[in-house]
């Protein structure tokens, strides 16, 4: 497992700023190295605010929007056209920016061509195989969930008993009641896994996650090589930081 580090800034539009220049450095390096890169998106407020930043800087050149792959960690079990699918919300912005070949996209299927949440996750696994997520983008959300895997949930109490990369989410406390998740298993073997968290309202689970505590979901979540936390001073209000000046 990769230690564990945590990026403070002021608040969410300075954090979602910051995060996209990360990014874009951190695809154009897996590029240079490696040929291609794989990202894997989650859905949420944060992230959107990060793809708008990262679609004006990709518009500057930088990634390669050929070599570049994208994936999601999270989404509804809905219709392809359903506004409610994280896939949508992240090629609207995206979208204009990097003109990326459809095989590179790789949205997780919709009600329309699976029988039920198992047979989207099972296809969606089949579909990722072998891919190693250069970075995973996880925001947090109530209880300390990422991705689809909520606390005190099947999809998060079930998950040690799994081999699957993908699994169905049926009864879900929050967005449409069935949806399709990754599992541990594939978010953790990601090359970095990077955590946001904004808010006052994420404080809370924000210290459990930072704190291990084993009944939240985040605090299961690490990268292969990287592990990094991007808060904002508000959800980091219980966090304890040193600060230095030289």
């Keep these: 497992m990769s230690a564990l580090r945590v990026l403070r800034y002021a608040d969410e539009d300075e954090l979602t700023t910051e995060v996209s220049k990360h990014l874009v450095n951190a695809l154009a390096r897996a590029q240079s190295e490696r040929g ?17 930043h990262l679609a004006a800087l990709a518009r500057s050149g930088g990634i390669v929007p050929t070599r570049l792959h994208l994936w999601w960690s999270s989404e509804a079990f809905v219709t392809t056209t359903d506004p409610s699918r994280n896939s949508l919300a992240t090629l609207a912005v995206l979208g204009g920016a ?6 590179n996209i790789h949205a997780m299927p919709s009600s329309n061509g699976s029988a039920d949440p198992d047979d989207a996750a099972y296809a969606y696994a ?8 250069d ?6 959300g ?3 969930r990422v991705a689809s895997i909520f606390p005190r949930h099947p999809s998060f109490t079930a998950q040690s008993g799994t081999s699957q990369l993908a699994t169905g989410v049926t009864d879900a406390p929050e967005g449409p009641a069935e949806q399709v998740t990754l599992t541990y298993k594939a978010i953790n073997r990601s090359r970095q896994v990077w955590g946001l968290a904004c808010g006052a309202e994420r404080a ?16 299961r979540v690490h990268g292969a090589e990287r592990t990094v936390w991007f ?7 219980t966090v304890p930081y040193f600060q230095c000046d030289l």
């Excluded at 990097?98 to 095989?103: D, I, R, V």
């Excluded at 089949?126 to 997520?133: I, M, P, R, S, Y």
């Excluded at 809370?204 to 605090?219: I, K």
């Excluded at 808060?231 to 209000?237: F, G, Q, Y």
């Design 135 to 140: 970075i995973c983008l996880l925001e947090i």
């Design 98 to 103: 990097l003109t990326l070949p459809p095989s």
């Design 204 to 219: 809370g689970c924000l210290a459990a996650t930072l704190g291990g505590d084993p009944r939240t979901p985040a605090a």
């Design 36 to 52: 291609t890169a794989h990202l894997c998106f989650c859905g949420g407020r944060a992230e959107r605010a990060v793809c708008a």
């Design 142 to 144: 109530r209880g300390g």
């Design 231 to 237: 808060v904002d001073r508000a959800a980091a209000s």
């Design 126 to 133: 089949k579909e990722l195989d072998g891919t190693v997520f």
